[in-house]
Structure formats: structure tokens, C-alpha cells
């Protein structure tokens, strides 16, 4: 019986990890060499690191549970590092891009490499920790795959042609509302039975209010009243250091909006006018922070989104996602697999609603809430120097974007970037008091 559990236990883990990787090479399928090597600014990073990385950090793994393990190439792992001090002196972000060296041909030939020794690492027999090590590796990897879409959008935009691109659906002519959802006791964090990063636990009680918010996400439509009335030239809808970042950058709409004749965008669907039905995307925390301000309401805590979108009042029980425990389908939320490269309209989910009646909670753009991203109480950290190292100076976003793999999302997932960051597809929906 041990034996033909092990057995599974394997086939898991290869199909998991072949999956993973064929998605990373679909993704670079189309490029041209030349696109590999391209940085566009400090934040991004050149495809070719992206594709390197990942491979890298299965090195680290096997290194962790194997005191014998010999790096592939002391080259690589110096560029390949993005913030592991234990492993040396990081490569400089910034810098990833003025490196040529390792060259594409090399960093794809350490792929196929790599993807060769944990095949055969896979096959040799793991224990627990190992196999909990690789799975965090392929929740890493979609991690970094969502990641390269940003940068291919900053890199390329429409220029970028996917392997499959599929047209998106029509939303539904639906009226933006706000729900109302009790308050007292809820438990936030995930409570599922399969993988889940340590950052999603322990699963523990805290006190809210009662509450609105958003059915859907903001609109461009919506986000442009906010435009138009000059809140880009209003301090006082602004915190103080958004409003410095407002000035530094000079920042008057979202990022890749264009104003001519009216006001464009930029993305993978080529330069289009807006479309007042989709979600406002590429906007900062300071942005949706001076929104939700200028519109009189707030953003909600990571406890309010939460509860919103997987608490069934009714059945006094939380779900792993809004529609239940099911992992995500194509009728339910818009994600990497939908291949449509861009939000949709809102109304065009209704099948993925949660039973407070909230919408599009997973999919489409991340979404900002007003919580700082630390450790819950009763924090163990699973991987040294891999989530704990960002507790400080970051916002918790929820949800998930059109860039996210389905295997890589759930309602307790705790994304986390800077308050100033944008390239990220993110986007955000408003609370406020009862």
C-alpha cells in the first residue's frame, strides 16, 4: 500500500511540475530572441531572467534537502538570485537587463537542464519536506509566470503576440451596488486541506463591523468621473506620500492611459478607447486610496474582502473560493487560462459570485485593500527569506488577475506589493461604514 501511495504521490508531483514549466515555455513561445534580453525599467525584468529564475530556485530546493547538491553553474546562481542573502550577494535588479550573459541559448539549455534533475529528484523518492519545498516551487514558478506578463505588457504591449488569444465575452448591462455584509467574528485565513503559503496562516478570528461593498469592481467609467473632476491636481484627496509620488512622476491618470481626442489605453489589446465596463487596472494603493476617498467610502481590509467573497451566511461557512471549494473554471473568473489578456466587463461572471452576491472577486485585477502585509498572529515561517523578509511598507491585495494560473489562486491568497507600484494589473473595489 506504502509503495503504490509513494507511486502516486510521484505521478503528482511530475504532472504538477511538467505542467507548471510547459506554461513558462508557453508564455515565451512567440518571442523573438532579441525580446528576451529587454529590461524597460528598474521594476521589470528581462524574460530571460524570469525564465532562469524559476529553474534556479528548484536548485535551492534540492540544495535544501540535499546537503550534497552542486549548483549547476556559480554564474548563473549569482544572476539568477533575486533577494536570497543565504545564497550570496543578490544580482541588482535594476540591473538584470545590461547582462549578456548567460546568453538565451545558455539560460534555455539550463532549463531543459534543470527540468531533467527534478524529474529525476521526483522519481529518487521525497519525503514530506521535500514535497511540500517543490510544491511551493510551482506555486513560485505561476508566481513569476504572472510576472512576466507584466513586463511583457511593459515590453511589448499588442506587440506581443500570445499562442492563444481568444475574444473576450460581452459583460452584462449591470448597475454598480453596494452589499451589505454583517459583521462580528469571522475567521480569516485559509482553511482548506491542500497547499496554501504560510502567509495565508494560521487561520484566526478577528472583529469587524458591519459593512458595504462594491458588487463589482471599479470602472473605468467610474474611475474617470474621479480623472475629470482634477483628482490628480487635488491634494486633499491624496495621502502625503501619494501625493509626492503624484507629483514626482506626474501622474494623471492610470498607467497606459493615453490622452488625445479622449482618453485610450495601451495593453496587450493594442491601443483601444477606453472601455467604461472594465475594471479600472495598473493603478497604485495611493491611487485607489485617494479614489475611495474622493467618492466619500474606503477601501476594505483584507478581513472585509475576505468574508465578502467566501463566507456564506446562510450556512455559517467559509469556502475556499466564492463559488465553493471547486477549484476556478472558464465559466466562473477570468484567469491565465481564459487567454483573453485583459479584464473583462463587469456582469460577465455572474456564475462566479459569492453568496453575499459579490462579483468578479476572483480574476480579472488584483484587489488593493487597506491592510499592511505582515504576518498573522501565530506566523511560522515556511521557506527562510521568502515571504516573512516584505513585512514592511506593503499592501495586501485579494483576488487574482486575468495573469494569474487558476492552480495559483484562492480566496485566502495574500498578494503584496508597494504602495507606489502599478505595472501589476490591479485594480480595487470600495467599502464603507454602516
Known sequence: MATVSAQKSRKTLLELFNTTRERTLEI?????????VIQTAFYTSPPKWHIGHVSWLYEVVMSKTNPNYQFYSKEFS???????QQF???????????????????????????????????????????????????????????????????????????VKKITRPQGFLVEQ???????????????????????????????LNDYKIDTYPITNEQYL?????NGYENFKFWLSDGWEKVKENNWKAPMYWIKEDQW??????????????????????????????????RLPSEAEWEKAACWDEQ???????????????????????????????????????????????????WEWTSSEFNGYPGFRTGFDEYNDKWFTNQKVLRGGSFGTPKMSIRGSYRNFFRLDERWLFSGFRCAEDI
Open 315 to 365: 450556512k455559517q461557512a467559509k469556502a475556499i473560493f466564492p463559488w465553493g471549494n471547486e477549484e476556478p473554471t472558464l465559466e466562473q473568473a477570468n484567469l491565465l487560462e481564459s487567454h483573453f489578456w485583459a479584464q473583462t466587463e463587469i456582469g460577465s461572471y455572474p456564475a462566479g459570485k459569492s453568496p453575499a452576491g459579490c462579483q468578479q472577486m476572483i480574476g480579472d485585477v
Open 28 to 36: 515565451v513561445q512567440t518571442l523573438e530572441k532579441d525580446d528576451f
Open 88 to 162: 550570496g550577494t543578490p544580482h541588482d535588479k535594476g540591473e538584470r537587463g545590461i547582462s549578456s550573459r548567460p546568453t538565451v541559448d545558455q539560460i534555455m539549455e539550463y532549463f531543459k537542464t534543470i527540468n531533467t534533475r527534478v524529474r529525476e529528484f521526483i522519481n529518487s523518492g521525497v519525503d514530506e519536506k521535500a514535497k511540500y519545498l517543490l510544491t511551493m516551487a510551482f506555486h513560485h514558478e505561476c508566481q513569476h509566470q504572472e510576472l512576466l506578463t507584466y513586463d511583457l505588457q511593459h515590453i511589448l504591449a499588442d506587440v506581443y503576440k500570445p
Open 177 to 207: 451596488k453596494s452589499i451589505s455584509i454583517k459583521g462580528g467574528l469571522y475567521s480569516i485565513g485559509y482553511n482548506g486541506t491542500g497547499y496554501s503559503y504560510d502567509i495565508e496562516l494560521p487561520e484566526h478570528k478577528v472583529f
Open 264 to 297: 485610450y489605453v495601451h495593453d496587450f489589446l493594442g491601443k483601444r478607447k477606453i472601455n467604461p465596463n472594465e475594471p479600472v487596472c495598473h493603478v497604485s494603493f495611493y491611487e485607489a486610496d485617494a479614489y475611495s476617498k474622493w467618492a466619500g467610502k
Open 78 to 84: 549569482e544572476y539568477l538570485n533575486s533577494y536570497y
Open 225 to 229: 468621473k474621479f480623472v475629470e473632476d
